[in-house]
């Protein structure tokens, strides 16, 4: 029924499913793989896994990556859609916002179906760092150094991430090791007990001399100990804080989900893993981007009427132990607290940058499932040049049960 333009409600908007391809080591196991090949499987195991939704009633794709060259640049959001398969009718677009490219698909997307210009649409992030390293291609206006609008350091996450701890001498390093030794350790127990397995989508990868093999699961987690930790290089500063051990390493991985109003998800039997609730963007002095997630924290709590005691899940991106601390110790929450990553975080599992927006958001959604007693769950991350991106999502199985 056509709507009055001039009476406009904005709709409910659920996330439906998510899916991801296990993360690799930067040139590793998906040495030889393209890019685009990885989201593309994404996309193409989202309609696998959703039958009852006809591939024409897709309304927009819109694909995240920060280096939008080679293969993950034409605009990959359309040519993802046409090469997993979607009618040539689906349009599709390509998204930008460093690390929280996905999660900026995401509230783009959501925001057209609030909007009422989309019924479902699919939001996807991919990143092979491997095949293009951070930076690759960047050509900074010269003024940003010039008339210091930032400090040169702001280019180099890591160095960020130490001029956070510069601010914040509370966080030591030995906080950060231990949060980086806790997220490999949750990472470990979440895969024997089969909680990640499920979100994975199986893929045919290539390597380096162009051997296949099927990659099932992530390749970086790995076993460590406060011991090896505190022996770790800190490549980012001579005796800094920051090492390979309590940062995020570099990967290749790609994720994808699908997103609907709440009339077309009943209408197309689809199920609700989450209800969004609000969002939040916000951005601090780029020298200590990891800060981010805080202020848009604060904006998401304050412009869904929300505070941080409704929030009974988070999913935090581990880009560095030092940002996740930064916020926890910022909103009184502890280092430990279980509320946190259960799971483990970015650290342990990898951070292919403009995927991993979706990959919190996927994992929350299983979380949800379990925890009938939560009502709200966020998922935030840093983005590079000193941003912060936050998303409120509320759990329908809460819904059910509680209410
Ligand atoms: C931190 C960083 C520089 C490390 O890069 P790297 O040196 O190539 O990392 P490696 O995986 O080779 O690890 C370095 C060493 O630490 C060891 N190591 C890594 N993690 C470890 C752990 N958890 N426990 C024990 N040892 C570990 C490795 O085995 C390796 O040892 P070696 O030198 O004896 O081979 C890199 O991962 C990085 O830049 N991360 C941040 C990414 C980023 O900025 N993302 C964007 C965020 S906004």
Redesign the pocket.
Known sequence: MPRDAAVRTARDVVFVDGVRTPFG?AGSLYAGTRADDLVIRCIRELLRRNPTLPPERVDEVAVAATTQIGDQGLTIGRTAALLAGLPKSVPGFAIDR??AGGMTAVTTLASGIAFGAYDVAIAGGVEH?GRHP?GEGVDPNPRIIAEKLVDPSAL???A??ENLHDRLPAITKERADRF??AS?EKTAKAYAEGKLQPDLVTMAARDAEGAWTLATVDE?P????ME??A???T??RPHGR?????????NDGATACLLASAEAAAELGLPVAMRLVGYGFAGVEPEV??YGPTPSTEKALARTGLSIEDIGLFELNE??AV?VLAFLDHFGIADDDPRVNPWGGA??IG?P?ASSGIRLMTQLAREFAEHPEVRYGLTAM???IGQGATVIWENPHYAKENL
Do not use: D, W, Y
Not at 222 to 225: D, I, N, V
Not at 242 to 250: H, Q
């Open positions: 080591k460093m690390c760092m951070m180099v996450m890591g960020t991430a980086g030794l490999q970086a790995r076993e460590t100990s090896k930790l022996g770790l290089r490549p980012f920051v090492t390979a051990g309590n940062a995020a390493g570099l981007m990891c880009a560095f940002q650290i342990a951070h940058l840093c983005v590079g």
